[in-house]
Each structure stands twice: as C-alpha cells, then as structure tokens.
C-alpha cells in the first residue's frame, strides 16, 4: 500500500562503464554487493522507500548503461528526473575526465532546470587512487553539484549519497507548496557538511 507515500521521485545513475553504477545502487536497494556484477545491458530501475523528515518517500531508480552503445536508449530516460548520480572511479582518471561528457548530456536531455546533481567518487576502498578528494572537490564546485565518495564493497558513504541528494530535492522551492500544507519535508538550515565522514557537499 503506497497511501503513506509522500511522493515518488526519480533518480538517475549515470557515469562510464565499469564504475561501479550498478554496486551502489544493488548496495542502497538491497544492502548487498555482488563482486561479480555484470555489466548493465540498457537500462536497469529499482525502487526503495525512504524516509526524509518524518515523511516516506519512494524513489524511482534507473540505472544507466555506460557502453556507448547504448547511448540512444537512454534520452527518453532523463524525462522528468529530478535528481542525477555521476559515478566515476576514483582509481582511473579516465572514468573523472569523462564527468563533463556525463553532465553535458544530462543538460541536454533533462527536461527539469533544477534537477540536482551528485557526483559521486566510487571505490574509495581500492589503494590505487588516481583522482584526489580535493580534486573532485574542486570539480564539483565549479559544476553547483554535490560530491561524496562512496565505496559499494564496504557500504561507506552509499546510503548518505542517496539521503543527502533526496534531501536536496525536497528543499528546492518545487516542495514549498508541500510545506505551505503543513508538511515538514525539508530544513533550510540543513548543514553544508554531511554528518557522513565521506560526504561533503559543494
């Protein structure tokens, strides 16, 4: 039964192959990783219930395909996204030099002006790293997104990602209405910095 659902809102996962799209989300939906994750053909979508200031929310999921070959199946999935998630692997520079492609195209096909966006730097667990938290940091900055590095494998940072993106979207001025009703589903006064040791939020 849905009837103590405030809303649904949908979410996006987007990034290069192989980062790690399909762990983080396996590992937030279901709280399991799979070391053998293959890799995601097209589209993938889950759901899960969350709950934000008091309020259940039930987010809409959908995984995205990093192969360039699936490339024109997934416009018509950026249609009234209200939240994105770009993943990139903190071990190949590659993945984080391909970050601008990723917000190009989800300001290409987005259909809403104030979707927000999270970056998040996966595999925080690996020794090899090659992007630096102060980078992605930076990047972060110049593009007005979130940043917080995650690992799926040991569980840090994944379900803060989520959280602090929803909380984000409930404090745009979208929900004021909902709060004009009598409905606390966002803080103003939210702090910058995540009570997450791996979030931080530009």
Not at 73 to 87: C, F, I, M, N, W
Not at 185 to 196: L, T, V, Y
Request: with cysteine; hydrophobic share 35%.
């Amino acid at each position: 039964m849905d009837e103590d659902i405030l809303t649904t809102l949908k979410l996006l996962i987007i990034g290069e192959s192989g980062v790690g799209k399909s762990s983080l989300l396996l590992r937030f939906t279901e709280d399991n990783f799979d070391p053998e994750q293959t890799l995601t053909i097209g589209v993938d979508f889950k759901t899960k219930r969350l709950s934000i200031d008091d309020n259940t929310v039930k987010l809409a999921i959908w995984d995205t395909a990093g192969q360039e070959r699936f490339r024109s199946l997934t416009p018509s999935y950026y249609r009234d996204a209200q939240g994105a998630v770009l993943v990139f692997d903190v071990s190949s520079y590659s993945t984080f030099a391909k970050l601008e492609k990723w917000l190009l195209e989800l300001d290409t096909y987005s259909t809403k002006s104030n979707i927000v966006k999270m970056i998040v730097g996966n595999k925080i667990d690996v020794d090899n790293r090659e992007v630096s938290r102060e980078e992605a940091m930076k990047f972060a900055r110049r593009h007005q997104t979130l940043y917080i590095e995650a690992s799926a494998k040991t569980k840090d940072g994944v379900q803060c990602a989520f959280e602090e993106l929803v909380h984000k979207i409930i404090q745009t001025p979208l929900w004021e209405s909902y709060a004009d009703n009598g409905l606390q589903i966002g803080n103003k006064d939210h702090p910058a910095e995540s009570s997450c040791g791996y979030c931080t939020l530009s």
